[in-house]
């Protein structure tokens, strides 16, 4: 079905008749290039099931319409796929009412959307923001103002600058805090001097963490880990390295921080993916990403309520953070999740979609060095010698849309409804990627 704008002419033409050239040629001369988008693909809408999209790829015979499965899920942001009828009808009938109005104002979403944050996520108090990079930001305001007040060996404050101690190869997020808690050498090039008191640790390496406590004994503020590494290639810790790390960061009076932007909301298998390794609740969680089932940005730093109390009016702000339509989608999607229990059948289909990458792994044993993963967030590692984005193209060319990270990882994040016939697809698509690899 087409839009209102189909038939808007741009650059002389109306959209609907616009080629992958057209679309390319904007792309490449007016956006920055910050992204490598596949070539001669342009994905159209959702498709015939709620996992698949319409897309128009360009072939021998000119530009052809067809369907390929989507297995990354926007990075786990799409629990539901695309085009789910609960979903786009209710979106549509809200955003008749009215456009926004700001924070200095209330409405009839945001209250009812905080309490059910509370019942579901189990923590005091919640700062609503857009993308995933903002709560990381809050988070790190929130950190420093912590340390300032109450940390230090005694609790009565760093006198120095409050250190935060993240993880090497982790993803926070775009902002300028985001970039300085992680420590990828293209993201911060050029951007010297990052923020100041910022230490970076191998993950899963308890005795790294513990050194760099003692390190800067009583001047850490947090401790900043993603509890599933999946932009570094989903990397799953053991399964005492958080309830460590947490048991740790309480020792030396440093606030413990875990992102669940990507692995949050049902995607490991646990609502998040703390709960799967014994933890207590961490004094502060990050999420986005699934928080508004994908259809617009919905992020929110949640934590606890000493803590949380710490921002007063103007210390912190958000035109969109919380406003109706994001309030009305994000109670809308958390109250969906329970009815439909899609955290259980994110371990089901986890189970079974694992099992079966697993068997193509080991039929490709001389390219395959793991599969690894939790729920429906895995990863396929091949081995340094091979390329993961030709193994992307190839998935491309068999109908599975996933994406390479950091060269040797294949992740694989389909939308969390997606039945047999899909993983099975996608398992297929994988076999004969790797032959061709």
Not at 117 to 127: G, I, K, S
Not at 305 to 323: A, Q
């Amino acid at each position: 079905m087409g839009t209102m704008l189909d038939n808007a002419v741009v650059n002389g033409k109306a959209i609907k008749d616009w080629t992958i050239e057209d679309h390319n040629i904007a792309l490449d001369t007016l956006g920055a290039h910050i992204y490598e988008p596949f070539p001669g693909v342009l994905v159209l809408g959702g498709g015939s099931k709620p996992y698949m999209l319409k897309v128009l790829t360009e072939t021998e015979n000119g530009e052809v319409e067809s369907e390929l499965v989507d297995g990354l899920a926007c990075y786990s942001a799409v629990p539901f796929g695309h085009k789910d009828p609960v979903i786009v009808e209710s979106v549509k009938s809200f955003i008749e009412q009215m456009a926004t109005i700001p924070r200095s104002i209330s409405h009839s979403y945001l209250g009812p959307w905080l309490v059910k944050l509370q019942e579901f996520t189990r923590m005091d108090m919640f700062l609503p923001k857009n993308g995933g990079t903002e709560a990381n930001e809050a988070a790190i305001k929130l950190i420093k103002k912590w340390g300032k007040n109450y940390g230090g060996k005694d609790g009565n404050g760093i006198k120095d600058v409050p250190v935060i101690i993240s993880a090497k190869n982790a993803f926070h997020g775009r902002g300028f805090g985001s970039t300085t808690m992680m420590d990828d050498e293209l993201s911060r090039k050029d951007l010297d001097p990052l923020l100041p008191g910022f230490e970076h640790i191998p993950y899963n390496d308890i005795p790294a963490l513990e050194a760099k406590l003692k390190e800067h004994d009583g001047n850490v503020a947090g401790v900043f880990l993603e509890p599933i590494q999946a932009e570094a290639g989903i990397f799953i810790p053991d399964e005492d390295y958080l309830r460590n790390a947490q048991i740790l960061a309480k020792k030396y009076n440093s606030l413990f921080i875990l992102d669940e932007i990507q692995t949050g909301y049902g995607r490991t298998g646990a609502d998040f993916a703390w709960q799967l390794y014994g933890l207590e609740k961490p004094d502060l969680i990050t999420l986005g990403k699934a928080m508004s089932s994908g259809v617009l940005p919905v992020s929110c730093l949640c934590g606890r309520k000493d803590l949380m109390e710490m921002f007063e009016p103007h210390s912190e702000g958000s035109t969109f953070g919380g406003y109706p339509l994001a309030s009305f989608v994000g109670l809308l999607t958390i109250t969906e999740l329970e009815k439909r229990n899609i955290t259980k059948l994110a371990a089901e289909n986890g189970k079974y979609l694992q099992g079966i990458l697993a068997e193509v792994g080991v039929k490709h044993r001389d390219k395959v060095a793991e599969v690894r993963g939790k729920g429906m967030l895995i990863g396929v590692e091949i081995y340094p010698k091979f390329n993961g984005h030709t193994l992307s193209m190839n998935m491309l060319k068999n109908g599975v849309y996933a994406k390479e990270t950091h060269s040797t990882n294949l992740r694989i994040a389909p939308p969390i409804v997606i039945d047999k016939f899909g993983m099975d697809r996608i398992a297929d698509a994988l076999d004969k990627s790797l032959m061709d690899l």
